[in-house]
């Protein structure tokens, strides 16, 4: 995940994934994905120590994706 466009792509795909029962999302209503959207970022730090790289101090469209996708299984 390079550019802007590429994040904007990624989350028209995520939209296309949350309407199919297939997608296997855990958090399929939209309070309980922001509600994990808001507890993963909280907790990042693990997830970003286990990549081995520093907590940015901006995220990047890379940390913003990995954000978005974590919301929809996080509890």
């Known amino acids: 995940m390079r550019t802007r466009s590429d994040l904007v792509a990624y989350i028209r795909e995520l939209s296309q994934e949350a309407k199919t029962a297939s997608g296997g999302w855990e958090n399929q209503s939209i309070d309980r994905y922001l509600e994990a959207l808001g507890a993963w970022t909280n ?16 995220p990047d469209w890379q940390l913003i994706a990995d954000m978005l996708r974590a919301a929809c299984f996080y509890e």
């Open 43 to 58: 907790d990042m730090d693990g997830y970003v120590a286990n990549r081995g790289v520093p907590l940015p101090d901006r």
